[in-house]
């Protein structure tokens, strides 16, 4: 477990009288592949959590949502999830071509549990998986160094009221976002990619298309 462990975690253990039990749940929780339990987990998530390390050693924590499944498990060492249209600043993404270090936190809020998964991501722009997840702009995949169970003890118990309306769909008409289609009535329709879809629901005169 020293390979596991870093010096501070150690040294917050040793002060905390706690470096027996941190071994003994490093043992017997801790896994580097994805065992059918976790794939279950994982593809029942409808959201997660993922902080990022950008080149200057800034964390990054973002908030990733979708459908269930919209995380795939590849393979027992491999997980994928799409990148959909955002903000335009890529943090997220451009952190993982930075430096691929990545951890991922997912909830189930409903029966009070969560995993946590650390590996390795890459951005993949071309992805023969791309084409499955609509409106996608890249994929991006982990692999697993460490998937383990948290203890669920603080986890709120919430229940789910709806899903975003916001999440691609297929054969459903995603809905613009207000402050993209605020843009363009204000003239700042420039700043946006020249493939955004907020530009084509708009017409010359910037007036929201029905």
Known sequence: MSIF???GQRKVQA?????????????GAVHSTITDEDRSFIEDRDMFFLATIDAD??????????????????DEHTIAFPVYDGNGMFMTAGSIIDNGEVGLLFID??????????GVASLNFDDPILRDYPEAQ???????REVFINCPRYIHKLKLVEHSAFVPQPGIETPIADWKSNMIEHGAGDLLSAQDPALTSHDPDGIKQR
């Open 109 to 118: 809020f409903e029966e009070q549990m969560r995993m946590r998964f650390n």
């Open 57 to 74: 050693g800034r964390v990054n924590c973002s908030y990733k949502g979708g459908l269930p499944g919209f995380v795939r498990v590849i």
């Open 5 to 7: 462990f870093t010096k």
């Open 15 to 27: 002060q905390s009288d706690s470096t027996r039990l941190a071994d003994a749940v490093a043992e």
């Open 138 to 144: 890249y994929i991006v995949r982990v692999k697993a």
